[in-house]
T-cell receptor
């Protein structure tokens, strides 16, 4: 098991609502990346934070935003939820600006009704 | 637990046999390639990686082969065990965009 934890485990929201997902990085890691994984597919990169600043972003709209805190924990915020946002959201932590191995948490399962 | 591979290609292998999982990638500019294993209810777990300037790398019971000519990556698992049953993803990393891109995944089922 990695030292990356995520909360909550499961979450149900309705369309149009906002959601905040949380991630605690493995000790000693200063980067955190967020991924969206739909059923039956591989994870898709949302963005990465390094030293509290966004350090790379995938093809996700601005309603997906994030924060990294001084203790390297992180939040993923999604506004104006859509049905297609239903997925497993994974965070991964690592050292350095992205070239180091990323260690994944167990994910948060988001269902949008 | 979470089901991560409802409609994925499946490789069935007898316990003790070797497994080979294949992956085609698209980005010639990728700097390195990684294999991940994902069990139901868990996040992806790092198995092994290989830099783009290499063509083979070995780990414990696993070997990754990279053929840049045809943009093909494979993972070989020796003496497959029941605990190897999972969904396997290849991923490619490009430093320029600081982006890790995952492939579609293959489910491996180990038969006792």
């Amino acid at each position: 098991e990695t030292g990356v934890t995520q909360s909550p485990t499961h979450l149900i929201k309705t369309r149009g609502q906002q959601v905040t997902l949380r991630c605690s990085s493995q000790s000693g890691h200063n980067t955190v990346s967020w991924y969206q994984q739909a059923l039956g597919q591989g994870p898709q990169f949302i963005f990465q934070y390094y030293r509290e600043e966004e350090n790379g972003r995938g093809n996700f709209p601005p309603r997906f935003s994030g924060l990294q805190f001084p203790n390297y924990s992180s939040e993923l915020n999604v506004n104006a939820l859509e049905l297609d946002d239903s997925a497993l959201y994974l965070c991964a932590s690592g050292r350095g600006g992205g070239t180091d191995t990323q260690y994944f948490g167990p994910g948060t399962r988001l269902t949008v009704l | 637990g979470e089901s991560v591979g409802l409609h994925l290609p499946t490789l069935s292998v007898q316990e003790g046999d070797n497994s080979i999982i294949n992956c085609a990638y698209s980005n010639s500019a990728s700097d390195y390639f990684i294999w991940y294993k994902q069990e139901s209810g868990k996040g992806p777990q790092f198995i092994i990686d290989i830099r783009s300037n290499m063509d083979k790398r070995q780990g414990q019971r696993v070997t990754v082969l990279l053929n840049k000519t045809v943009k093909h990556l494979s993972l070989q698992i020796a003496a497959t065990q029941p605990g190897d049953s999972a969904v396997y993803f290849c991923a490619e990393y490009e430093a320029a965009g600081n982006k890790l891109t995952f492939g579609g995944g293959t489910r491996v089922l180990v038969k006792p």
